[in-house]
């Protein structure tokens, strides 16, 4: 892939091979220094214990950037934290925020020419992840691990963009147990989704919102981010659950809401039987950003927000674009969120 030729304003969200990639191996306590490697393949034992047990966690971020060209990323060290949460579950090393961070700074570096330029809409999609290396037939932890940064250019997560998207509610299917995984980004967590998410392809939704594995009877998220509704009243209510991702970009979303924008904002357990209160519903995260659900389908019934759910509404429109501006610079990071890569 040629960066002169690439026409920007026309990536999905898939994976482009770049040139570089950062790599960095634990072995008996500690971290080896790491590199930048240009070999996208990976040379691991059969019996690693994240191919057979799943001892694997990741990270989803984006590089962007302004006007003038610098590149910027979104609370990286959000990031970083919710990793070494990621890894302390699983039982996994922790890396040092500073250097986990560090990685990410020297692939985005190594690769600058294809971080997509200002205006085109496309990012520099970061992957860092963690795997459980080395022979291991029982079910215990690994004794090795690597960890791994590739990036990728990208465009949105959903082809149509900031469009509605429509969302079964799984009744059936859960993402994670009550006090299992899913508040690690743990692959597991991500297979489990598969099926339903096929199902509800199947059915003609865009994706599926995962209920309590309780009660199924509260709103939990997606397969790959977070929700959000908007209720009467300026009011925002987003789900409070022990079981879901703590997304950075719903956390930055409500602190804005909230602060910038008057909003009361409710992170409390939503339960299905206030779906007729809803005047509008996003989804949120790094790769969906923010993208309005115009559609929930439950129980056989399809209910649509804001109107007849084809447009999206006028605050999840507002959220969007501040979100957008301010991560390129657009508008004051009041907040201090930006960190500059050079
Ligand atoms: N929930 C799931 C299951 C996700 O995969 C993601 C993506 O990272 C999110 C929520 C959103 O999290 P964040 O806003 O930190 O990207
Ligand atoms: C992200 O938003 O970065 C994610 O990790 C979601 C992913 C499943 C595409």
Not at 23 to 29: A, F, L, V
Not at 80 to 96: C, D, G, Q, T, V
Not at 304 to 309: A, C, E, H, I
Request: aromatic share 12%.
């Amino acid at each position: 892939m040629d960066p002169k030729t690439i026409e920007w304003g026309k990536l999905d969200f898939s994976y482009k091979y770049v040139p570089y990639r950062f790599h960095r191996h634990w072995k008996d306590g500690s971290w080896d220094p790491g590199q930048l490697v240009t070999d996208n393949k990976l040379l691991i034992d059969e019996g690693a214990v994240c191919l057979h047990y799943g001892q694997e966690i990741f990270e989803g971020m984006k590089a962007q950037r302004s006007q003038d060209g610098r590149i910027w990323l979104f609370r990286p060290y959000e990031n970083a934290k919710r990793f070494n949460a990621s890894a302390r579950r699983l039982l996994m090393p922790e890396i040092p925020e500073k250097e986990f961070v560090g990685a990410i700074r020297q692939t985005l570096l190594a690769n600058e020419e294809y971080i997509p330029p200002y205006g085109t809409g496309a990012a520099m999609y970061i992957r860092p992840f963690m795997l459980g290396v080395g022979e291991n037939l029982g079910v215990r932890p690994a004794k090795e691990y690597l960890f791994v940064v590739f990036v990728t250019p990208v465009g949105p997560y959903f082809k149509q963009g900031f469009k509605p998207i429509s969302l079964k509610v799984e009744t059936y299917y859960d993402r994670a147990a009550a006090h299992g995984i899913g508040q690690a980004k743990a692959g597991g967590n991500y297979s489990a989704s598969l099926l339903p998410l096929k199902n509800a392809r199947d059915e003609g939704f865009d994706e599926v919102v995962y209920l309590d594995s309780i009660q199924h009877k509260y709103f939990e998220e997606t397969g790959a981010s977070n929700v959000f509704f908007i209720l009467p009243d300026n009011v925002i209510a987003t789900p409070k659950s022990d079981s879901i991702l703590n997304s950075i970009v719903r956390r930055s979303l409500m602190e804005v809401a909230r602060q910038d924008f008057g909003y009361r904002v409710e992170e409390r357990p939503v339960s299905v039987d206030e779906i007729g209160t809803f005047l509008e519903a996003g989804a949120c995260g790094t790769a969906a950003v923010i993208t309005p659900i115009g559609c929930l389908g439950y129980l056989n019934k399809r209910y649509t927000f804001y109107g007849d759910g084809k447009e999206a509404g006028p605050v999840t429109t507002r959220l969007y674009r501040h979100l957008t501006a301010l991560q390129v610079g657009d508008i004051e990071d009041t907040h201090s969120w930006l960190e500059e890569v050079h």
